[in-house]
């Protein structure tokens, strides 16, 4: 009777478990590729993803171009999707928990202010704060993808 209490106590610590990492929103899975399970997308996690920095149309031509985690239909964030990722309870480095490659700078987003405007949305994951840049201006480059 012990022994059967024990395992079904163990079945169901592992049920809750499971269930738990299941319902995660953000799942890494693998060392350089996070999934947003809520909103379908795969983020770029890698060492680049730190250290990379690009002006607006860099960044834009890096995401198209990038062949990465065996995928080719990488792309630049829209700033909805780049404020997605971001967890505005944190400071110096207010991103959701499972990234692991990140600065606490500001990333480039595919959002442009006006369309044909000298400016384009960023997002910052030093504190969770968004904003505008020139698009000459070299911001860090995070791709994105559908993941379905």
Known sequence: MK?????????ASLLVACSSVV????????????????KNLMWQDNHEAKTV????????????NLTFAGYSDWRL?????????VDD?????????GFQ??????Y?????IVSGSSHAWRGGF??????FGHKSDSYLVRCVRDSK
């Open 3 to 11: 022994n059967t209490v024990r395992k079904s106590f163990v079945v």
């Open 23 to 38: 319902n995660a929103e953000i799942i890494r899975i693998s060392d350089e590729v996070v999934v947003d399970t809520d």
């Open 53 to 64: 920095k690009k002006n607006w149309q860099g960044a834009l031509d890096y995401c198209e």
């Open 77 to 85: 964030p829209n700033i909805v999707e780049l404020e997605s990722i």
């Open 89 to 97: 309870t944190k400071y110096n480095q207010a991103i959701k928990i």
């Open 101 to 106: 490659n990140v600065a606490s700078d500001d």
């Open 108 to 112: 480039w987003s595919s959002s442009q």
């Open 126 to 131: 030093r504190n969770g704060n968004d904003g």
